[in-house]
T-cell receptor
Framework: GQNIDQPTEMTATEGAIVQINCTYQ??????LFWYQQHAGEAPTFLSY????GLEEKGRFSSFLSRSKGYSYLLLKELQMKDSASYLC????????????FGTGTRLQVFP | DGGITQSPKYLFRKEGQNVTLSCEQN?????MYWYRQDPGQGLRLIYY???????QKGDIAEGYSVSREKKESFPLTVTSAQKNPTAFYLC?????????????????FGNGTRLTVT
């Protein structure tokens, strides 16, 4: 079957580092996306990983292990504006149009 | 600035009425998508279209219909046959980057329409 698991909620302190995990099971695999979504707004693209390893983009980094069906999003130097939901989405190889989305992880950053 | 526009932001309808949600993009993207977002669930694909005058059912197409007469526009009609229409609806688009198809091409989302049916 197709499944994406990520924690429902996380909290962290301003200036800290937080890691949001995502595990996936798909029929074939063509990469994994991370999106950020503020409440009531559009999801915005953060990263795409298709090969194993770490991709760094400023304060945000994303890691993928294809053999373990595992990814994480690492947020450094947290800011209040990082309070949002973070969506993990896997692209199955049988149809690259049908992204499988997780339920999202709601991150709250406190001062 | 290029982007995706969904209108209206909030929509209220009585049960039994059909309602059409608008989605327009000026990004010159080939593919367009409609997702539904409910609390505690991941985004679920309703319909998608890779080219004009063609579209495919997603995972939860029952009770919905779409058209793709223009590249820029992909309206979604929520019919009275949809049993639980109250939800947050998101439209998205993405470009076809070339020989790899849509692989790795990120979705660009509109700001959504919150539909409430009573």
């Amino acid at each position: 079957g197709q499944n994406i698991d990520q924690p429902t909620e996380m909290t962290a302190t301003e200036g800290a580092i937080v890691q949001i995990n995502c595990t996936y099971q798909t029929s074939g695999f063509n990469g994994l996306f991370w999106y950020q979504q503020h409440a009531g707004e559009a999801p915005t693209f953060l990263s795409y990983n298709v090969l194993d390893g770490l991709e760094e983009k400023g304060r945000f980094s994303s890691f993928l292990s294809r053999s373990k069906g595992y990814s994480y999003l690492l947020l450094k130097e947290l800011q209040m504006k990082d309070s949002a939901s973070y969506l993990c989405a896997a692209s199955p190889s049988y149809n690259t149009d049908k992204l499988i989305f997780g339920t999202g992880t709601r991150l709250q950053v406190f001062p | 600035d290029g982007g995706i526009t969904q209108s209206p932001k909030y929509l209220f309808r009585k049960e039994g009425q059909n309602v059409t949600l608008s989605c327009e993009q000026n990004l010159n993207h080939d593919a367009m998508y409609w997702y539904r977002q409910d609390p505690g669930q991941g985004l679920r694909l309703i319909y998608y279209s890779q080219i004009v005058n063609d579209f495919q059912k997603g995972d939860i197409a029952e009770g919905y219909s779409v058209s793709r007469e223009k590249k820029e526009s992909f309206p979604l009609t929520v019919t009275s046959a949809q049993k639980n229409p109250t939800a947050f609806y998101l439209c998205a688009s993405r470009s076809n980057p070339g020989t790899g198809g849509f692989l790795g091409s990120p979705l660009h989302f509109g700001n959504g329409t919150r539909l409430t049916v009573t």
